[in-house]
């Protein structure tokens, strides 16, 4: 006699088997109903057409079969939204039309369920190829885990008697290494490549089966990701410290070029070393330039480019100060190639014998004394304006690394209201350059932090307009001289003159169009084409500045372009 129990179990089992042979028979039921629709579909759109392909997924039914449904008879401890088996069935037919219509058409199945046309089970070819591809994409990411993974197992002291094993391991490894190369994406991979992944797959499990200890795997694993995030940061700091090194180093051309001219200026005799001397060169009336500079190519390209643009180059008057070491080659250099129409007067900086009473040197103590920053006397002399030109009413300074692309008369036109620098400035989060004063100010010292706001719209040097009679009236230079001797007894700012700007002319500076001036060409790759081409003045702000070879490689063709590189001291010296 039997058990109820056990009646109860075959009652089951035969209720399990007419679910399932229901299922078959719907699931049949659906594919002659789908095949019957693609045909309608292809002898409604006239002509002949290509069979449309449907690719049939497999649907797991478990748990379809657990959970049951009304229809059939069978109780759902699971929300009825779960029960619909259709709901990742679709058709992508091959016209745009059709698609729209099957992702809205549902159809009544047998028994009462209903079903939509969704994008999981059924679909087109050429849909399964994106797919297909994305997983392509993962093979080689799949060979450096398995490259990590068995030198891994390399490291771990194996036991006696697998030597065999650590020379299979070794032999994949390069063999892999090898079939991998340099490629970078899985399209370019060779079927030896993925024979070559197949062995080390079969290696790595047979040294998991001899070596099956997880956590030391983990343990090595975590080491060995510690240590590649160490090589990494030392990398990081190696690389900006080359950066930074190559920066400051004058290329081995330039340098060519600076001795070829200065010994052509002593060559000459003393009264064909002087440029035209002309009058002009002190009328307030004229458009005044000037550019603090101990670079030769920068300095012939920043006045090419600005003489070249402009409307009317016989207003135009250039000033450039430089050192005594570079005053020959610089001089020389305009000699040969005097600019068109505009006039030009080099300023030795030794000759200014004010200077040396009025300049106290900043502190450089715990910084890189070798940073030219910190210690270029040309970058403090533009806070001596007033006292370089005495007589000048406006000037426009133009650092040696930008190069002019419009004209810049309309800079003596601008309403300084009161100002003493015009600057175009950086307020905006997302600007690349922007930067907030306590970058570089020490807010934290209580003579910067009550005299400064850290929410204050910074600006660079660059492209800047003095009004230099509000500049005499205001004493900004005694100002400047204030804050460097401050600076001399602790430290209140970083990073060479830039933030002793901001602090001489803060609450005098007049915000500029953004147009006038793009910076980051230096140091950004991702400046936008639309704002170098709309600038009027485009800086290569940074240390990767254009006549370098570390200087980004796209932006070079700007500067390039007012470089003589017909000139034979040019040619000799392979500046290309």
Known sequence: MRSKSCSRKEDASKGDGKVNRGLSWLLLKVRRELLKLNVVKQEEGGGLREPILNVYKDVNFDRLVRSGSPDLGVKSNEPDENNDITKRIEVDPDSKENNEQNQKEKMVLPSGIKGEFGRATLGHDHDEQPQARRVMDLKIKEMKDQLIRAKAFLNFALPAGNTHLIKELRLRIKELERAMGEVGKDSDLSRRAFQRMRSMEHSLQKAARIYPDCSSMV????????????????????????????????????????????????????????????????????????????????????????????????????????????????????????????????????????????????????????????????????????????????????????????????????????????????????????????LLLNLSDPIVGKRFSNKTCVWTFGVNV???????????????????KLGKDKPMWKAGSLPLGWMTFYNQTIGLDQKWHVHGLGYHSGVKQEDIEHSAVIHYDGVMKPWLDIGIEKYKTYWRKYVKFNHPYLQQCNIT
């Not at 003095?466 to 460097?484: A, C, G, I, P, S």
């Open 219 to 438: 343990k090595k694993l975590r080491a060995m990701t510690y240590n590649a995030e160490e090589s990494v940061r030392v990398q990081k700091e190696q690389e900006s410290f080359l950066l930074q090194l190559a920066g400051r180093t004058t290329p081995k051309g330039l340098h060519c070029l600076s001795m070829r001219l200065t010994a052509k200026y002593f060559a000459l005799n003393p009264e064909e070393r002087k440029l035209p001397s002309n009058p002009e060169v002190h009328d307030s009336n004229m458009h005044h330039f000037v550019v603090f500079s101990d670079n030769v190519l920068a300095c012939s390209v920043v006045v090419d480019s600005t003489v070249s643009s402009a409307k009317d180059p016989r207003k135009i008057v250039f000033h450039v100060v430089t050192d005594s070491l570079n005053f020959a080659a610089i001089s020389m250099w305009f000699i040969i190639h005097p600019p068109k129409q505009a006039l030009i007067q080099i300023h030795n900086m030794e000759n200014f014998d004010w200077f040396s009473a009025k300049f106290v040197p900043p502190n450089t103590n715990g910084r890189d004394s070798q940073d030219p920053r910190y210690t270029s006397t040309l970058n403090h002399l533009r806070f001596y304006l007033p006292d370089i030109f005495p007589v000048l009413n406006k000037i426009v300074l133009l650092d040696h690394d930008v190069v002019v692309q419009k004209d810049l008369t309309r800079l003596w036109r601008i309403n300084m209201m009161g100002k003493v620098n015009g600057a175009v400035k950086t307020c905006q989060a997302h600007d690349p350059v922007f930067r907030k004063m306590d």
């Open 466 to 484: 003095f009004d230099m009679q509000e500049w005499r009236k205001r004493n900004l230079t005694n100002v400047y001289h204030q804050y460097l």
